[in-house]
């Protein structure tokens, strides 16, 4: 898990460390062979729905031994090593966890219950995820690990119990401003938008404001943010030194992807957005 260097602003990089080659999974999976977009050397053909969604089947299966039931149609297809490297960089067994909109697949409060042993109460809004990521929670057999709520489109308060504090609030938000086509890597559907805001920094606002009160101290609130959503991060980072939070922000490299990684920390009493201030 060591720091492998920084980027030209100076945030620290991690590479992912639990990495999966095709040539691997092809040895074992040959039902993968006609997905590879090249055979020498194999790759898989990322155009493709169905490669990725096999793909990370048995991504998740073999590396994390878990068994997850993916939405076929229209809902992200998750990179549970990706998923893992967040958790890996940020979280400690035994913790307790809110994460924000756990999706179909549920694969962070998976890796998180399964490969830390965390409890987990899973946030969702739309029906159909719900009874995916239900699903997959009960295939696992982390039903005693994991609690899948229903949102009802709200973030925390009104969900969440008033007095469940937790040691992580995390997120990995869908960062898209208009549906995009093809439907490969995800959906489109409208609700997984995060646009609000001038410049989308809304749903991570409201993820801070609401969820500081469910919160131990010590504690962290945490998301991940694609290094394309320049503008952004800028606008969270202004916000973050606006109301005098301490915040740390690491990258993690998957290929030649880098998602940032935001860490707020509440390490004393701070009541700046009780339900008195808000």
């Known amino acids: 898990m060591g720091q492998e260097k920084f ?3 100076g945030i620290p990089l991690f590479y992912v460390e639990r990495r999966y080659p095709t040539s691997r999974a092809i040895e074992l999976h040959p039902d993968l062979i006609p997905f590879l977009k090249t055979r020498d050397p194999p790759r898989i053909n990322k155009e493709s729905r169905e490669a990725l969604l096999l793909y990370n089947y048995y991504v998740a299966q073999d590396l994390f031994n ?3 039931e993916f939405e076929r149609d229209v809902a992200i297809v998750p990179t549970p090593v990706m998923r893992y490297a967040f958790l890996q960089h940020l979280i400690h067994p035994n913790c307790s966890i809110i994460e924000l909109g ?3 697949s549920a694969i962070i409060a998976l890796i998180a219950a399964k490969c830390f042993n965390a409890q987990v109460y899973a946030t969702e809004m739309d029906p159909t995820y719900i009874e995916y990521a239900k699903r997959n929670v009960s295939a696992n057999k982390l039903e005693n690990k994991i609690q899948v709520i229903n ?5 925390l308060d009104g969900i ?8 992580f609030i995390i997120s990995n938000p869908p960062y898209y401003d208009k549906i995009l086509s093809p439907k490969i890597l995800w959906g489109g559907k409208k609700h997984e938008l995060v646009g609000e805001g001038s410049r989308g920094e809304n749903f991570i606002i409201s993820m801070i404001e609401e969820g500081w009160k469910y919160l131990k101290t010590p504690g962290c609130i945490a998301f991940i943010i694609p290094k394309t959503r320049v503008a952004t991060m800028n606008a969270i ?3 973050l030194n606006e109301q005098d939070l301490e915040f740390d922000i690491i990258g993690i ?3 030649n992807r880098t998602r940032y990684v935001f860490k707020i920390y509440k390490k004393y009493f701070d009541d700046r957005f009780s339900e008195f201030d808000i």
């Open 237 to 239: 980072e202004e916000y």
């Open 66 to 68: 878990l068994t997850i």
């Open 7 to 9: 980027d030209d602003i």
């Open 253 to 255: 490299l998957a290929g």
């Open 151 to 155: 949102s009802h489109g709200k973030f």
């Open 160 to 167: 969440i119990p008033e007095n469940l504090k937790v040691d």
């Open 102 to 104: 756990t999706g179909a």
